[in-house]
């Protein structure tokens, strides 16, 4: 009774001492409150749930965003942007201009939500300046609600963080960008790749784009390359 106690405390952090008695009652466990308080686990700060937790809980319905910038072999400067649905970690939309504008990002949400399913209800973003007036006026016509970030937190928008350092890391660090339309080309191949066929960690393994476990010894396994080699996809051959 004790570790379940203990468990019901840690899966349930808005749960207290009276709530955790009620449910081991009608487990047929009948302990006092008191006893519940003594081996319930003790957290710290405010009982209430993290950011976190909320991003968790609703992240179907979540889309989160972030700029970044490419330079090119003729030291221009291009700025990327890209747009992330939380439930899945698929990139619904990413492009790039040499000269962004509140409009202009705003489009690219719009074209992100459509992407998605018309199902998001919440943005994630940053207080950079870039998102004006007319950012806003698109997500109103859009009805999205805008989550933006505190001051000097980005781990707020860790989920847009981290997939711009992924395409850093996989991606942007290891080819040389000659222009605006050579960048656009590499980042679609990627994103086509990071979408269907890149596993990732969150998802057990899978892609955001969920791919079917082939049957074990049906045929050779062969492999398809992706950005000139730097990655492949396999599936077996028919």
Same mark, same amino acid.
């Given at each position: 009774?004790?570790?379940?106690? *203990?468990? #019901?405390? *840690?899966? @349930?952090? &808005?749960?207290?001492?009276?709530?955790? $008695?009620?449910? =081991?009652?009608? &487990?047929?466990?009948?302990?006092?409150?008191?006893?519940?308080?003594?081996?319930?686990?003790? /957290? /710290?700060?405010?009982?209430?749930?993290?950011?976190?937790?909320? &991003?968790?809980?609703?992240?179907?319905?979540? =889309?989160?965003?972030?700029?970044?910038?490419?330079?090119?072999?003729?030291?221009?400067? #291009?700025?990327?942007?890209?747009?992330?649905?939380?439930?899945?970690?698929? %990139?619904?939309?990413?492009?790039?201009?040499?000269?962004?504008?509140?409009?202009?990002?705003?489009?690219?949400? $719009?074209?992100?939500?459509? +992407?998605?399913?018309?199902?998001?209800?919440? !943005?994630?973003?940053?207080?950079?300046?870039?998102?004006?007036?007319?950012? @806003?006026?698109?997500?109103?016509? =859009?009805?999205?609600?805008?989550?933006?970030?505190?001051?000097?937190?980005?781990? $707020? @928008?860790?989920?847009?963080?981290?997939?711009?350092?992924?395409?850093?890391?996989?991606? !942007?660090?290891?080819?040389?960008?000659?222009?605006?339309?050579?960048?656009?080309?590499?980042?679609?191949?990627?994103?086509?790749?990071? @979408?269907?066929? /890149?596993?990732?960690?969150?998802?057990?393994?899978?892609?955001?784009?969920?791919?079917? %476990?082939?049957?074990?010894?049906?045929?050779?396994?062969? +492999?398809?390359?992706?950005?000139?080699?730097?990655?492949?996809?396999?599936?077996?051959?028919?």
């Amino acid at each position: 009774m004790r570790e379940l106690i *203990r468990r #019901l405390s *840690r899966e @349930n952090r &808005l749960w207290g001492a009276p709530r955790i $008695q009620a449910e =081991l009652a009608r &487990l047929g466990f009948h302990a006092a409150k008191s006893t519940v308080e003594k081996y319930m686990v003790r /957290r /710290r700060g405010p009982p209430t749930g993290t950011w976190r937790a909320f &991003l968790r809980n609703h992240a179907g319905a979540v =889309l989160a965003c972030d700029f970044f910038v490419i330079s090119t072999a003729t030291f221009q400067t #291009l700025y990327g942007f890209v747009v992330i649905e939380l439930g899945r970690r698929r %990139i619904v939309a990413c492009d790039l201009t040499r000269h962004p504008t509140a409009r202009w990002a705003g489009s690219i949400v $719009q074209r992100a939500v459509l +992407s998605a399913g018309g199902g998001a209800q919440c !943005l994630v973003r940053d207080r950079d300046g870039i998102y004006g007036a007319a950012f @806003n006026a698109a997500m109103r016509s =859009l009805g999205m609600r805008q989550m933006v970030c505190a001051y000097r937190t980005p781990l $707020q @928008n860790a989920f847009a963080e981290r997939v711009i350092g992924t395409l850093r890391r996989e991606c !942007l660090d290891h080819v040389i960008v000659f222009n605006e339309c050579h960048a656009r080309r590499i980042l679609d191949e990627y994103v086509a790749y990071y @979408n269907a066929e /890149r596993a990732h960690q969150a998802l057990d393994g899978d892609s955001p784009v969920p791919r079917e %476990i082939e049957p074990r010894g049906t045929g050779p396994v062969v +492999s398809f390359p992706h950005l000139g080699g730097l990655h492949h996809s396999y599936r077996r051959a028919a």
